[in-house]
């Protein structure tokens, strides 16, 4: 199985200001069509994920554009230009590329 | 729009089976198409965790660790994937998901509400 490693795991940021979370998988996760079969997600307090990014760079529908998702092959970053009130709760990375999609172990966003 | 709802059981016992139905509208697993159907789980306060998935040609992919506990099927006629579990253990205790992706490389971009399923006697 690909392992999905996330970090940090806690990460506190104050209203307005950016943050950045990491991911590494175990494998590249670059296919040979070119393509990250990478995923991040957002899990909001009591509520289901919520897809923030695919292929590594691609925001997904409604996503605001303060999100963005970098990286290719092991090492991937979603970053939030400004951290809005709203962005609270536990991101999620997964991988794609092969069966068992594997997910990171989840970083919890808090506001200070 | 598409939607997707999860139904089942919300309590079994050890050693039962689950039965979880996925009801999904807004699209098709019929036709021909990259679109699957996939199930996740969360246990209480911990991570996601994929389980299986289900493509519109019937391909079928499970957890590797689970595989022989799970079975995905769809009914297109109706709409819906089920996704069975047996033998059940208080571990298995959790938040069932269903989630659609439109290929394999879009990500998982509609979700069901979830289901908490909880395994105890």
């Not at chain 1, 303060?66 to 979603?78: E, I, M, P, W, Y």
């Not at chain 2, 938040?95 to 105890?120: E, K, P």
Request: aromatic share 10%.
């Amino acid at each position: 199985d690909i392992v999905m490693t996330q970090s940090p795991l806690s990460l506190p940021v104050t209203p307005g200001e950016p943050a950045s979370i990491s991911c590494r998988s175990s494998q590249s996760l670059l296919h040979s069509d070119g393509y990250n079969y990478f995923d991040w997600y957002l899990q909001k307090p009591g509520q289901s994920p919520q897809l923030l990014i695919y292929s590594g760079s691609s925001r997904a529908s409604g996503v605001p554009d303060r999100f963005s998702g970098s990286g290719s092959g092991t090492d991937f970053t979603l970053k939030i230009s400004r951290v809005e009130a709203e962005d609270i709760g536990i991101y999620y990375c997964m991988q794609a590329l092969q069966t068992p999609y594997t997910f990171g172990q989840g970083t919890k966003l808090e506001i200070k | 729009q598409i939607t997707l709802k999860e139904s089942g059981p919300t309590l079994v016992k050890p050693t039962q089976p689950l039965t979880l139905t996925c009801t999904f509208s807004g699209f098709s697993l019929s036709t021909s198409s990259a679109v699957l159907v996939g199930w996740i789980r969360q246990p209480p306060g911990k991570a996601l965790e994929w389980l299986a998935l289900i493509y519109w040609d019937d391909d079928k992919r499970y957890s590797p660790s689970l595989k022989s506990r799970l079975t995905i099927t769809k009914d297109t006629s109706k709409n819906q994937v089920v996704l069975t579990m047996t033998n059940m253990d208080p571990v298995d205790t959790a938040t069932y998901y269903c989630a659609h992706r439109r290929s394999i490389l879009t990500g998982f971009d509609y979700w069901g509400q979830g289901t908490l399923v909880t395994v105890s006697s």
